[in-house]
Structures are given as structure tokens and as C-alpha cells.
């Protein structure tokens, strides 16, 4: 065998924190060789991405790393600064998991590829305007001659990936790092990501590490795998063998964290809890003090009857409107056409005639980490609801409730003195659930409420609501861009796209005989059928 | 913010409970708000910096009002022995005297009761009207909230010492007017700070959260918008004191501010400087008050901001 591109050999890497020391990645050793793709796999806090970013030698100052890092000839955890710079961007770069924030948005994007050339080849002028055009149109940028005068907030979360990669690809490095470069992009683009870099990699014969979480992309990606869990390598190898026959427990937890099972069907004569039609929202997109303003509708005319005990599933890509729907139904936003909830016409209630209703009716949030405030312990964020509709419960009652709500989400009520910021993503997501729980509601809007968190995190997650659902005949409308989950909990499933239905049907049917073409796309790059693997 | 009404706890107990209760109350438990306020000054006083800032505020606060009471030299008692002298014992000036003969202890702690509550109160009032009137524009947004923006232009533009001479001329020179003046200026900034940090905030999930829980607009600011405001507000208003005594005493120098044989830091400190060279302590004495307060009040800023946030630990 070749001599790898890539050697590291037993990279440790601490964080100097002012309350101790804190091992991010202990002993790790991997090798890359030439042309090959290798993934790193692992769950938040595993120390991929420290790895990574190790490599590169861009972690703060407090950091200590040993070990060793070849680099062909050069060991990268020895050499100078200047010469890392060299190194940098040239030899090996890398693209991060958020296209919205990687670019600056001060300059246009044939400047900021520009730079890389002019740094590491001296290109200045026609000749590096040159070559930028020829890399916008490698990764696919359509009219680059016109694209290359265009400020970042100009292209689509897909587009700035693909400038993302143009910069990373400018001066033909032999090793890319990809930090999670398609997990805040929709599937569909993502899927296009992913074969892209394919593409690239055969022309250029760079090595790339991957670093992901989702292990659908490592089978149809990677060749070869390894498998990180707190900062360790638990287990590596080929991928096809990985994926059949894992050695490790925590190899096969991963892999059976896919969400599976469906939900048992609900009585079809069950009473309608939730009907809404013709729901239409707009924004104002450029308001003025005389005139018409202009409008961008985000939901166009819907319609959506739900069941008691039912759960309808909202999928769609970002910008199709979902989040947007599921807050007019609550009357969060307003909206046209009319609701009603529980038998009560709640189309024109204001917001005092809505507070009673609102107990019935609750919400938990995508981002566990932004949907609770960060100043007030548990207790108090749980017994907020509380004090608005039992006004009339003493303390020690209110107490007993949240003790209750602590318990249903299975955390320990002794946690309710404590802040947000102690607990991990999977944890505030109970927090969130109980929130809602605690003032018994009929009805739970679930907007992306597990795509925050990790798959296994997901899995108790998912299982949890199920329970819960059971337990108090609750009514959900789940809305996900996550096809596996929202197949693992739903009824029926809504597919929106530009704030219209694509299509709509029961679980069973939207999944395994789509009609509208939109949704077998959708199908077929959510779980990577293998004629789509690239 | 820490206040919150108290939750009575013997309401339950006139229920018709046995008086045997079986199960016994648990170890009483601190109110939710009361918590906070006691979790931050335990945090507080851990940060030694910050305490030992509170030490010394408190012991130049207590100086101002109760010094002058024991200083045998009133404010403009004149001693006929000593014009322009070095601190000595002779005559009890410990701190020398000016150049009218006047006891600089005396005068400087006088000026600290002036320099200090115009500080206090211009800061409470930035605090109080700024902090709610940002935080209300910033939460109604649309027209209100350009409405409310546009007053505070408007208040901009006003020339400070146009308002300050037209109130003179108004009510009589009178040392309340100052801090009127002052505080009607200052709480301008911090409207604007409140009010850009409303805007992110408001977008943030948890307010969402809290209108879906259903609750009323005046608890959502109180409760979940203005405390998550505090560290910037915090930071401004240890800006804003030194800002108000440099403001005071630059008024005073005008001849719009106290008048002799009133005084404050500020003045004392402009009348140190043209004697710099003959009798420096004339200048340093006030000058150190100064330093010292502003100092102690940085520190003690800092100290709040991160006791107040229950994620630094």
C-alpha cells in the first residue's frame, strides 16, 4: 500500500478551561490516502469536528495539542504559523457546516475566491478572473460570468456551499476537509451537494475527510468510515463492512437510531379538533407610508382538517411555508381564512379571547436552545403557563404540577432550580415538552421539535411524544423537513412546497406510492435510494 | 427586575386540611424570583473585585453624607490663617485648603453629595424611562415604535444647552433643574440600546413560546425581554455615570450648574487645574474621589453583569 496522504497518530487534544481540563479528542489515529474519502462519524460532542479543525490548526489559544499529523512530508503540529498559512487553503482546506456565515457579506463572491488565488498563486487581474470563472462554473453556478458580481445574501444556502467549495477547490488542494458541509441544507440540495464533491473529487483526485453525523450519507459516501464517540475512535474500517457487520455496541446503537415503526391508525370518525381552510399569510416585504405595499404570501390557500388524536405530518424544504402555517393555525400570526379549534371559531378572536383557548393548544420548538430563556430557572419557565391559567393555585399546588410535568418527560424534578444553559439539546426538548404538557393541552404544535438534536437523542425524543400522545389523547401536527421521522409519527402527511400542497395522503401512501413528482424527489434524496447515491 | 410578588404561602393552609397533615411541607421553598436575586449576590460575592468596589462605594457614599456633619469647617467657613496651604494638622485641614481659605476636605465631600446624586438620580432616571421605553417601541415595532424612535430624534436634536438655559429661564436656577435636564438627555441612549436588543430578542423562540402560552404583553417585557437586556444596560449605565459628573460639572463651569458656595467634583476639579502648579493637592484631591467612584463603579458593573447572567458560574 501507498504511503497514506494523511497520518495521524495518536492526536490529543485538551481544552485549558479556568475550571479544568477538558479532553475533547484522546489519543485518535487515522490515516487518509490519496483520492479517498474518509468519513468521521459521530454525535455532538464526540470531537470530530475539534479533529478537524485541529488539522487546520484553528483552534483558540488555550488549547493543547499532541500528538502527530502528517501531512506528505510536513508534520502540521510542528511547523510555524507562516508556514501553516501556506498550508492552509492551499495544500488542504476545508468547508464548514453553515453557508450563511462562511462568507463574508461585505464582498462579492469573485473577490473572495480571488483572494485564495492571489494568496497562495500570486493570480492577479485577467488571469485570476479567469480561473474563478471557470471554478464558479465546476461547482455548478449557473451564469457565473453574471454570479461573480454577486454579494453572498444574492445566492441560496446551496449556491453559497458551492462558492464555499469553489474557494475551498481554487488552488486544487490534496486534502478537503468537509465539516458537515450539507446538514443545513435542504435534502434535495444536499443530495446535489454530495455529488458535486463526488464529481470534483474524481477530477482533481483529492482525498476528502468527512465529517457528519448522519450516517445515511457516510454508505453512499464515504469508503471509508470511523466511528467517534467521546474524542475516541470507537470503531473504523471499510464502510460496506461497518455498516453490515458493526463490532461495536455504540456502532450498532447509531445504526438502529433510525426512526422505524409507524403510529397505530386513529378512528376515522373520531370529532375534528382542528379545521382550517383557506389559510392564506403574507409578509410585508417593503412597506410604504403612501401606497400599496408589496406582499410575499408564504402560505397560499390551505386547507387542513385534523382528527382528534390524529397526527399530521407538514414536510417541505425551507421557505415552503410549514413553520408559517403551523403558526397561523395557533393564531401566533395572522392570517386569512378561518379556523376552527375545538369547536370554537377562532378565526377573529383577539388576543384576549384567545388566552383561554391557548392551554389547549401548544407549541414546542425547533432550537431547544433558543426556545427557553436563558434567565429563568426550569421551575419557572414550566409554571409560566401555569400563572397565566391557574391563577388561582397556590405555590405548593403549582409546585406539585411542575413536579409532575418533570416527572412525564422522565427528568428529575429536582432540576426545576436550575438554568437552560446546564443541559444538553435532548434534555431542553423535555424541558420545552414539558412546558407544554403541564397545562394539559388537546393539542401540540411540533415544529422540527428533533432536528436540533442528535439521532439517538432523537430516538428517546420521538419516543417520548408517542408515549405522551398515548397517555393523554393528544392531537400533534408535526412539522419536519425529516422524512424518516415524519414517517415514524404521523397519519397523514402534508407535502408543501412555495407555501402550496404539493401532496396529501396518509403516511402510508405519501411514502410508499407518491404521485406528484416534488415528492418523489424529495423521497428519493431524503433516503438516498441507491440510483441517487452519485 | 428581581421582584415579584410574593406568592402567599398560607393560602392553601386555610383549606380544610387536617390539622395532622401526613405529609409534612417540604423545606420551604425560596420564591422564583427571590432566588435569582439571592443565586446572583452569592455569585457577587464571590467576584472580590466587585465587592471589594462595593466596599468602597459604600464607604465614599457614607464619607459625602456624614462627613461634612463632623468637619469642623462648614462649606464656606473661611480660615483667615490659612489661604492656599498643604493637608496639615494645623486648623484641622487635613487636606490643605483653597485658595479662599476654604477646607478641601469639607468642599470635596460636600461636592460628592452633589456629583453623586446627580449620578444617582440622571442614572435611575436613563434607567427607568430608557429600558421600558426601548423595550415597549422595540416590542410593538410598526408604527409605534417609529413614532417613539422619531421622539427621540427629535430629543436629539434638541441642543442640550438650549434646553438647559430655557428651563433656567423657565423655573429659576435651582440645583433640581440639573438633574431634570441631565436625566432628560440621558435616557435617549439607553432607549436606543434597549430597544435594538428588543428587536433581536423579540424573534427569539422563548417569547414565542410565551405568547403561545398566552401571556399578557406587560409580563412578556417585564419578565422575559428586559432581564435578558441586562448585561448591555448593565455595562451602559456604569458608562453613563461618569458621563452625567463630567456633564454636571462641565453645566457648573458654564455657570449654569451649582453655584458657589455650592460645589461639586467637577467644579472642584476645574478650579484644581488652574492651580496645578502652586497647590497640586487642589487638583488631586477631588481628582482621586473621582477616579476612585468611576473605578469602583467599573468593576462593580462588571461583577453585576456576570452575577446577574445565571450562565457564567
Known amino acids: 500500500m501507498s504511503t497514506p496522504l494523511l497520518e495521524i497518530d495518536n492526536l490529543q487534544v485538551d481544552f485549558r478551561l479556568p475550571t479544568g481540563t477538558v479532553s475533547a479528542v484522546r489519543g485518535v489515529s487515522f490515516s487518509i490516502h490519496e483520492g479517498e474519502t474518509m468519513a468521521l462519524v459521530g454525535e455532538s460532542g464526540s470531537g470530530k469536528s475539534v479533529t478537524s479543525t485541529a488539522l487546520m490548526r484553528l483552534l483558540p489559544e488555550m488549547t493543547h495539542i499532541s500528538g502527530s499529523a502528517r501531512l506528505g512530508e510536513q508534520e502540521l503540529l510542528k511547523i510555524s504559523p507562516r508556514q501553516m498559512r501556506r498550508v492552509r487553503g492551499d495544500e488542504m482546506s476545508m468547508i464548514f457546516q453553515e453557508p450563511m456565515t462562511s462568507l463574508n457579506p461585505l464582498h462579492r463572491i469573485g473577490r473572495q475566491i480571488a483572494e485564495v488565488l492571489e494568496r497562495h498563486r500570486g493570480m492577479t487581474g485577467q488571469k485570476a478572473q479567469q480561473r474563478v470563472l471557470e471554478l464558479l462554473r465546476q461547482v455548478g453556478i449557473p451564469e457565473p460570468e453574471r454570479r461573480v458580481r454577486s454579494y453572498p445574501h444574492e445566492l441560496s444556502g446551496g449556491q453559497r456551499q458551492r462558492v464555499m467549495i469553489a474557494i475551498a477547490l481554487a488552488c486544487e488542494p490534496k486534502l478537503l476537509i468537509a465539516d458537515e458541509p450539507t446538514t443545513a441544507l435542504d435534502v434535495t440540495v444536499q443530495a446535489q451537494i454530495l455529488a458535486l464533491l463526488k464529481d470534483l473529487q474524481q477530477r482533481y483526485g483529492m482525498a476528502i475527510l468527512f465529517i457528519t453525523h448522519d450516517l445515511t450519507l457516510v454508505r453512499h459516501f464515504a469508503e471509508r468510515v470511523c466511528v467517534m464517540r467521546h474524542g475516541e475512535i470507537v470503531e473504523s474500517g471499510d464502510t460496506a463492512t461497518v455498516f453490515e457487520r458493526p463490532q461495536h455496541d455504540y456502532t450498532r446503537m447509531l445504526l438502529d437510531a433510525e426512526p422505524s415503526g409507524t403510529k397505530a391508525a386513529v378512528d376515522t370518525q373520531a370529532p375534528m379538533l382542528l379545521e382550517a381552510s383557506d389559510i392564506r399569510v403574507r409578509f410585508p416585504i417593503r412597506k410604504r407610508l403612501f401606497g400599496r405595499s408589496e406582499y410575499f404570501e408564504a402560505v397560499r390557500g390551505i386547507t387542513l382538517n385534523i382528527r382528534r388524536g390524529q397526527t399530521v405530518g407538514i414536510v417541505g424544504e425551507s421557505g415552503s411555508g410549514k413553520s408559517t402555517l403551523g403558526r397561523a393555525l395557533l393564531r401566533l400570526l395572522e392570517s386569512q381564512g378561518s379556523i376552527t379549534f375545538d369547536n370554537t371559531d377562532i378565526t377573529h378572536l383577539d388576543k384576549s379571547a384567545m388566552r383561554p383557548l391557548r392551554s389547549r393548544m401548544q407549541v414546542v420548538f425547533q432550537d431547544p436552545f433558543g426556545s427557553l430563556s436563558p434567565r429563568q430557572t426550569v421551575g419557572e419557565i414550566i409554571s409560566e403557563g401555569l400563572r397565566v391559567h391557574y391563577p388561582e393555585l397556590g405555590r405548593r399546588e403549582r409546585e406539585a404540577r411542575i413536579i409532575e410535568a418533570l416527572q412525564e418527560v422522565s427528568l428529575d424534578p429536582a432540576m426545576r432550580r436550575r438554568y437552560p444553559h446546564e443541559f444538553s439539546g435532548g434534555q431542553r426538548q423535555r424541558i420545552a415538552i414539558a412546558r407544554a404538557l403541564v397545562l394539559k393541552p388537546r393539542f401540540l404544535l411540533l415544529d422540527e421539535p428533533t432536528s436540533a438534536l442528535d439521532r439517538s437523542v432523537q430516538m428517546t425524543v420521538i419516543r417520548l411524544l408517542r408515549e405522551i400522545q398515548r397517555r393523554h389523547d393528544l392531537t400533534y401536527l408535526f412539522i419536519s423537513h425529516d422524512l424518516a421521522v415524519v414517517r415514524a409519527l404521523s397519519d397523514t402527511v402534508l407535502v408543501m412546497k412555495e407555501g402550496q400542497v404539493v401532496e396529501h395522503g396518509t403516511s402510508e401512501t405519501i411514502f410508499t406510492r407518491p404521485r406528484e413528482t416534488y415528492t418523489k424527489t424529495l423521497l428519493k434524496a431524503a433516503f438516498m435510494s441507491s440510483e441517487h447515491a452519485a | ?313
Open chain 2, 1 to 313: 427586575m428581581t421582584s415579584h410578588t410574593s406568592t402567599h404561602d398560607g393560602f392553601e393552609d386555610r383549606h380544610d386540611r387536617p390539622a395532622g397533615n401526613p405529609n409534612p411541607p417540604p423545606e420551604p421553598d425560596p420564591g422564583p424570583g427571590e432566588s435569582l436575586g439571592r443565586e446572583a449576590w452569592r455569585r457577587l460575592r464571590q467576584n472580590h473585585a466587585a465587592m471589594f468596589s462595593l466596599g468602597l462605594l459604600v464607604v465614599i457614599t457614607i464619607a459625602c453624607v456624614a462627613g461634612p456633619w463632623l468637619s469642623p469647617w462648614g462649606l464656606a467657613d473661611v480660615d483667615w490663617n490659612a489661604f492656599g496651604v498643604p493637608p496639615t494638622l494645623e486648623g484641622m485641614h487635613l487636606l490643605g485648603t483653597d485658595a479662599n481659605g476654604r477646607d478641601l476636605l469639607t468642599r470635596t465631600l460636600y461636592g460628592g453629595r452633589v456629583s453623586l446624586s446627580v449620578a444617582l438620580v440622571a442614572t435611575v432616571v436613563s434607567l427607568v424611562i430608557g429600558v421600558l421605553y426601548g423595550a415597549i417601541s422595540g416590542y410593538v415595532g410598526g408604527r409605534t415604535d417609529n413614532l417613539m424612535m422619531r421622539f427621540v430624534d427629535i430629543m436629539y436634536s434638541l441642543p442640550f444647552m438650549f434646553l438647559v438655559i430655557l428651563l433656567m429661564v423657565v423655573f429659576g436656577r435651582n440645583i433640581f433643574l440639573i438633574y431634570a435636564a441631565i436625566g432628560a438627555v440621558e435616557w435617549l441612549d439607553m432607549a436606543r440600546i434597549v430597544r435594538g436588543q428588543t428587536l433581536a430578542l423579540k424573534r427569539r423562540e422563548f417569547i414565542e413560546a410565551a405568547h403561545a402560552l398566552g401571556v399578557k404583553d406587560s409580563r412578556i417585557i417585564t419578565r422575559h425581554l428586559i432581564p435578558n437586556t441586562l448585561g448591555p444596560v448593565i455595562i451602559y449605565v456604569t458608562l453613563t455615570v461618569p458621563k452625567v459628573i463630567l456633564l454636571e460639572s462641565f453645566l457648573s463651569f458654564l455657570g449654569l450648574g451649582v453655584q458657589e458656595p455650592l460645589t461639586s467634583w467637577g467644579v472642584l476639579i476645574s478650579e484644581g487645574t488652574d492651580q496645578m502648579q502652586s497647590a497640586p493637592w487642589m487638583l488631586l484631591v477631588p481628582a482621586v474621589c473621582l477616579a476612585l467612584t468611576l473605578f469602583c463603579l467599573n468593576f462593580l458593573g462588571d461583577g453585576l453583569r456576570d452575577a446577574l447572567d445565571p450562565r457564567t458560574r
